[in-house]
């Protein structure tokens, strides 16, 4: 599986350490993990406006300008699954995570073992929430959560799947259309887009959030536009 973690800390120095941990822990769980450290909410908001795919997030408390629980209150608002762990060197707000949905509280300084536990649970409870696609590739299987699936377009007798990674599989779109939900539409005969990630259109083509341009067939724009008014 691959996750992506957000770091947020106004100290660089142990948002670097909690970084190096995270990347142990992947070693050891045996998963990719991609990790964006921030210095402040605002940063950190400002990233998430362009990208909600963020699986767990790891939050200071005490921050110049917003503070991590008005952060995670703010993330809440858009995203009801993504996991989040305080950081901190304080216990004043633990009744104040509840109300977030905070998954745990961990006191600098971090433990190492304890911090691999919280992010054991994290995923847990990722596996168990988040709707995936899965796929027999040569060697493997792979589970890639839906969320992470930006677009599938067909080419000859492969489909590919971008997410975090892009993954060429033999099936049909039709096939893997049927696995998908409600938050992916249909484009043509050749590509299927989740309308999470698109950013604007044009008759031409859709833009996505990670600045990808995937080309619309005729006729496809009017379609597209209705399925993403639907889903506001």
Known sequence: MDYR????????????????LA???????????ETERFPSAEAFLFRYAERK????LLLDIEMAGMDGV??????R???????????????????????????????KPVDRDKLFQVLNRAVG???????VLTMELPGETVRVP?????????????????????????????????ELDSRFFRVGRSCIINLAYVQRATRVEAELTTGERVPLPRGQYEKLNRAIIQRM
């Open 125 to 131: 409870r990722l596996a168990r929430n988040e709707p």
């Open 146 to 178: 839906l969320s992470k699936i930006r677009y599938i377009d067909v080419l000859h007798n492969y489909a590919t799947v971008h997410a975090v990674r892009d993954y060429a599989v033999k099936r049909s779109l039709g096939e893997l259309e049927k």
């Open 23 to 33: 990347a142990q822990w992947a070693r050891q769980a045996g998963v990719e993990l």
């Open 70 to 75: 008005e952060l995670a209150k703010a993330v």
């Open 77 to 107: 608002r858009d995203d009801d699954g993504v996991q989040i762990v305080f950081v901190t060197g304080y216990t004043d707000y633990i009744a104040e995570g509840y109300e977030v949905s905070a998954l745990h509280y961990l006191t």
């Open 5 to 20: 973690f957000a770091i947020c800390d106004d100290d660089g120095d142990y948002a670097g350490y909690i970084d190096g």
């Open 53 to 56: 795919d963020f699986d767990v």
